[in-house]
């Protein structure tokens, strides 16, 4: 699912105007860029000839012509459909994902990126498999393609394995994949307190203005666990919204933690310099 999408409504209406092309990409990535926009221009006869070994063998930039075509103003879920039509057309969908099993672990890293750039919803059940993968770079590419795939059943298998993931990526992934509700969802009923934390950093990320006052809420209420409340401080710190001052410096005045004292005093002071470096 398009980020753009997930708070606002689907948006059908087809983009005018070409991706920009950035210097210095393969031969490969070019062509298929050329071809790609044709389709989401409404050339239902598009065909991207190159094999699915071709762009296996290419993923970054393949992956970044889809995600650069896809998060474009205007695309939306039908886009999304002559993206995935555009591969089936051309033999490639049913090879994008096969390859998510193949024997390599390249190649299934390789796999999970570009169909997740290529917002393929089907292969989500096959990525999640790859979060349990015996090698290190084909479980980072399945957090990175999750996250990119986005919706509740991304989610879903991202917090599943939440604990195997490194909290930091954990943070990231959520920020990009679960709609308002979903972290609405995940703040009211955190499965353990590192999916807490997760959640209330990637607030922070998104720099959810929305969420200012439950995370007042959070830092203040000493039922948290500590992680979690100073999570809180940074994520006000990162969202950086002004209306959170007063309740930071009443948190570093009078919270008998003095490790949540340090943490809301930084964040009031961040919060304080944002505010006078910001432009009028």
């Not at 006869?45 to 970054?60: I, K, R």
């Not at 499965?191 to 929305?210: H, I, K, M, N, W």
Request: overall charge positive; glycine content about 6%; aromatic content about 2%.
């Amino acid at each position: 699912m398009d980020p753009s999408l997930r708070s606002n409504g689907s948006n059908t209406r087809l983009p005018t105007q070409p991706s920009v092309r950035t210097a210095g990409r393969s031969r490969l990535a070019g062509r298929v860029e050329r071809v790609l926009n044709s389709a989401l221009a409404g050339e239902r006869a598009a065909v991207l000839n190159a094999a699915s070994a071709e762009l296996l063998a290419d993923p970054v930039a393949v992956a970044a012509v889809f995600e650069s075509a896809l998060d474009r103003p205007g695309v939306g879920v039908l886009g999304h459909f002559m993206a995935h039509e555009l591969l089936r057309r051309s033999g490639l969908h049913d090879d994008l994902l096969n390859a998510l099993a193949s024997p390599h672990p390249a190649t299934r890293a390789a796999a999970a990126r570009i169909c997740g750039a290529a917002r393929l919803s089907e292969s989500i059940v096959w990525i999640a498999d790859l979060l349990q993968d015996a090698s290190p770079p084909v479980q980072d590419a399945a957090v990175r393609s999750l996250s990119r795939l986005g919706g509740r059943r991304a989610v879903e298998q991202i917090m599943a394995s939440a604990d195997g993931i490194p909290l930091y990526r954990l943070a990231i992934a959520l920020s990009r994949a679960a709609s308002d509700v979903d972290i609405e969802a995940l703040m009211r009923q955190p499965a353990s307190e590192r999916a807490a934390v997760a959640t209330v950093l990637a607030c922070g990320l998104r720099r959810d203005v929305l969420r200012v006052s439950p995370l007042l809420g959070i830092a203040h209420d000493r039922r948290w666990p500590l992680p979690v409340r100073l999570a809180a401080c940074k994520a006000l710190a990162m969202i950086g919204d002004r209306s959170a001052a007063d309740g930071l410096h009443r948190l570093a005045e009078a919270d008998p933690d003095q490790t949540v004292k340090k943490t809301a005093d930084r964040a009031y002071r961040r919060l304080l310099r944002r505010a006078v470096s910001r432009p009028r």
